[in-house]
């Protein structure tokens, strides 16, 4: 199975065979002769789509519809979607939601309270994104601890480009920072998160600026950026490590935010087993980690400095008197996508693409 990952700042190719080992390639022209199917990831499904679906023209035409919401993702998403679907005629195809984990959510947190009519007309609501990241999470997490899914309380810190950390009980979505656009929530690396939402209609109404420029600065001239001039955690960490000031504010207020953001999920769980950090940042930035738990260790949190510093891949960076565990889960987005796909297929393509 070919699985494409089109994301806002590129496209990740993945080839997934039947024993769930994946190798990259380049491009569509790459891929082996023979395919049992094409999985792609599309960020925003809306209420239409809660589950992988096959891909015709009509739920082409409805992702085109609706990809407003989600610009920088779903865009791009659909660009591939009609390569590959060119590319391939004849092979399946099918799209596989981040919004879908989240479709568990209850009302409690997924609604806005807006008037009735942005919510029911616009279908102005809570959807949670990164969901293919969080259902990878929580099955690993799951097997690390050697507990049943339907028995943890954890939060998953999906830490990258874009950043949130979603309540997951019982292996279930209950609560998510993202909202109705990958806008809303921690502070990421161009995005800048939850802000007062008089903050653009002020930019707007007062100071003279277009809405298509602001909700551009937003999405793409804000968080770490904007405060570290850097969308790199890395530089970022190697600025504020040599006394840089912008970039030492840009930690302290990224962590902040981390840390209010994870124990409002905890709120949202009433307990927690588990902090879980997957991501390019949430796996490769050991100090992220550090200052999390030390930040939350009200809650029980900590780490093992030297577990902490040598974590590669899946780990456990718990310190050994810690009564919540912190773990570290190496992404596999492409996994997830393929098991929908294959889900969605089934029974009459999952047999040539799956063990």
Not at 34 to 62: E, K, Q, S
Not at 78 to 101: C, K, N
Not at 263 to 275: C, E, I, P, R, S
Request: net charge negative.
């Amino acid at each position: 199975m070919l699985v494409v990952n089109a994301g806002s700042t590129g496209v990740k190719l993945r080839v997934v065979d039947g024993d769930g080992e994946a190798t990259a390639i380049d491009d569509l022209d790459d891929a082996p002769a023979r395919l049992g199917a094409v999985g792609h990831r599309v960020v925003y499904g809306g209420d239409g789509f809660t589950a992988p679906t096959v891909i015709d023209d009509r739920v082409a035409a409805a992702l085109e519809r609706q990809s407003a919401v989600a610009p920088l993702h779903n865009v791009p998403a659909l660009r591939w979607i009609a390569r590959a679907r060119e590319r391939f005629p004849g092979v399946p195809q099918v799209a596989v939601f981040d919004t879908a984990f989240h479709a568990t959510m209850p009302d409690e947190a997924a609604v806005y309270p807006v008037p009735e009519e942005w919510r029911t007309a616009h279908g102005v609501r809570r959807n949670g994104f990164h969901g293919l990241s969080v259902e990878w999470a929580v099955e690993r997490a799951a097997g690390m601890l050697a507990r049943d899914p339907g028995e943890l309380r954890l939060v998953v810190c999906h830490l990258g480009g874009g950043a949130s950390a979603t309540a997951v009980s019982g292996g279930l979505s209950v609560d998510t920072t993202m909202g109705f656009s990958p806008l809303e929530g921690l502070m990421m690396a161009t995005r800048a998160g939850t802000i007062d939402p008089d903050v653009p209609l002020h930019l707007i109404l007062h100071g003279g600026m277009d809405p298509q420029e602001v909700r551009r600065m937003l999405s793409q001239d804000s968080g770490l950026t904007a405060l570290a001039g850097t969308a790199d955690m890395r530089e970022a960490e190697r600025r504020a490590a040599a006394g840089d000031p912008p970039a030492m504010l840009a930690l302290a207020v990224h962590d902040h935010r981390l840390a209010a953001g994870v124990a409002a999920m905890t709120a949202a769980l009433g307990g927690l087993d588990a902090v879980v950090f997957t991501g390019g940042v949430g796996e490769g930035s050991a100090r992220v980690r550090a200052e999390a738990a030390r930040r939350l260790a009200f809650l029980g949190l900590a780490v093992d400095p030297a577990r902490n510093g040598a974590a590669r891949g899946d780990a456990d960076v718990s310190a050994p008197d810690a009564t919540v565990r912190t773990l570290v889960v190496r992404a596999r987005e492409e996994l997830a996508i393929a098991r929908g796909a294959r889900r969605a297929l089934a029974p009459a393509v999952a047999g040539a693409v799956a063990p």
